[in-house]
């Protein structure tokens, strides 16, 4: 696109206004051709990219370190959905009630609301603000969860539970779950799905560390945007 309809920088300036109207039409053409399966998952990709733009991000855990991040929504053949481009910290997104991530998982998932769907995400995403406000809107969630992140139970976190291994401590509010695990490392998971496990110690006759049913349905589900990159690196021109 010709530089010269750059648009006047200001508060409502577009960083991808370039592409805006390609990448547009490729969101709105995702939900005309199929309709997604129950289980659906949101996670963030990187689009490798080497060129200058001040939203480029490194991740150095990733394996494309340098790249474009791009928040995704796909289903469990790894059909996109939707998706959103991170560039750079989003203030307008964020309010007193909602932050910017509870902002982009609420516009990832707004043509899916009502239908009933669950939704599965790590620990950058979930809270039990964005879990409430999903399930207000038919859309069920289950996902890692940070033990500090705000709203959750005062005594949740390797400090108070002092896990061995095996140990499973569960807190629930109203339909709210909070689990927490210990095999090799400490686990948690936060979830609306499904009734709550069992407090105890779960370990098979081996003393192996028996999986909850939830850690294993959410191991199931987590990986359709993972899904989703790989089938789209076969197609890569880079």
């Known amino acids: 696109m010709d530089n010269s309809q750059r648009p006047d920088p200001g508060e409502e300036y577009d960083r991808l206004w370039k592409i805006r109207t390609v990448f547009n039409t490729l969101n709105q053409a995702y939900p005309k051709f199929y309709k ?28 494309k370190r340098f790249g474009i991040k791009i928040y995704k929504l796909c289903d469990e053949s790894g059909y ?5 481009v991170y560039l750079g910290k989003d203030s307008r997104s964020a309010t007193d009630d909602m932050t910017a991530t509870h902002a982009t998982v609420t516009h990832l998932t707004c043509r899916v609301a009502g239908l009933g769907h669950k939704l599965f995400m790590d620990n950058f995403f979930s809270s039990p603000r964005i879990f409430d406000d999903l399930l207000r809107r038919k859309i069920h969630s289950c996902g890692t969860v940070q033990p500090n992140r705000k709203d959750m139970a005062s005594d949740f976190g390797p400090k108070k539970l002092k896990l ?16 927490a695990r210990k095999d090799r490392r400490d686990v948690y998971i936060l979830t609306n799905m499904d009734p709550p496990p069992e407090d105890g110690n779960f370990c098979d006759d081996s003393k192996r560390a028996v999986k909850p049913p939830i850690m294993a349905q959410y191991n199931r589900h987590v990986g359709y945007v993972d899904n989703s990159d790989r089938m789209a690196n076969s197609y890569s021109m880079c």
């Not at 997604?36 to 394996?63: C, M, N, T, W």
Request: net charge positive; glycine share 6%.
């Open 164 to 179: 061995t291994k095996g140990d499973v401590r569960v807190r629930t509010r109203g339909n709210l779950i909070a689990l």
């Open 36 to 63: 997604p399966s129950e289980h659906l998952a949101v996670d963030e990709v990187i689009v490798k990219f080497q060129g200058r733009v001040i939203f480029r991000q490194y991740i150095p855990k990733k394996r």
């Open 80 to 84: 996109t959905y939707d998706m959103r």
